[in-house]
């Protein structure tokens, strides 16, 4: 889509790509921090200078790796089985399946929903956007499920906030460490059943079924 750095012509596009997947790669093994110009060059085998001509400097860069870590997250929705009459279960595959992406990349989550680097925030028509396709995924399956007039973008809204703050929360303590004499188990696996039942919860206080 086009954003304030413009859009990028076909013959270039190829190029794009292959910034945009040494980006990602420098994303995932270095993290935020070590996502720069220099590195995302030095990893698609090119000069700084082709970098800023692709993407107009760093933030254009950022700005279009932002978009690409959501198209990423919705191709992954969009791969789910197909609704079936379990809208619960269904609900619920989206919501493991949304705390699993955010577990491959912690780096790739905080681009997206954090502020990592400081002195970039994205595009504002860019961060709508981008928002709105993959909540209105998550409103096809909670729309199934909801009470009759109820408002559907507002539970929607809700269990959001239930499921990227379980997840959010995860990644915080994961990145720092188990808390001494929490309730949950320094282990792998402690978190997905706490987190399962947290957003079950708010689906059965939401009335969704």
């Not at 491959?104 to 400081?118: G, H, I, K, Q």
């Not at 949950?184 to 957003?199: C, F, H, K, M, Q």
């Amino acid at each position: 889509m086009a954003t304030r750095h413009g859009t990028v012509r076909p013959a270039q596009q190829h190029l794009k790509e292959r910034f945009l997947d040494a980006a990602l790669r420098v994303l995932v093994d270095d993290g935020v921090t070590g996502l720069t110009v220099r590195s995302v060059a030095e990893a698609a085998g090119a000069s700084t200078i082709a970098v800023y001509t692709r993407f107009g400097g760093r933030s254009g860069l950022l700005d279009t790796l932002y978009e690409r870590t959501f198209d990423l997250l919705r191709e992954t929705l969009v791969a789910l089985p197909p609704l079936s009459s379990d809208c619960e279960g269904d609900i619920l595959a989206f919501a493991m399946t949304y705390r699993r992406f955010a577990l491959e990349s912690p780096a790739r989550y905080a681009l997206m929903f954090e502020r990592p680097v400081t002195d970039f925030s994205p595009d504002p028509s860019l961060r709508v956007a981008v928002l709105e396709r993959i909540f209105a995924l998550l409103v096809k399956r909670v729309e199934r499920a909801s009470p009759p007039g109820a408002d559907d973008v507002k539970l929607s809204y809700l269990l959001w906030t239930a499921m990227h703050g379980l997840v959010s929360n995860e990644l915080t303590q994961q990145a720092r460490g188990p808390i001494p004499g929490w309730f949950l188990r320094p282990t792998e696996d402690a978190n997905e059943p706490v987190y399962l039942e947290g957003v079950s919860a708010m689906i059965a206080g939401l009335n969704l079924r």
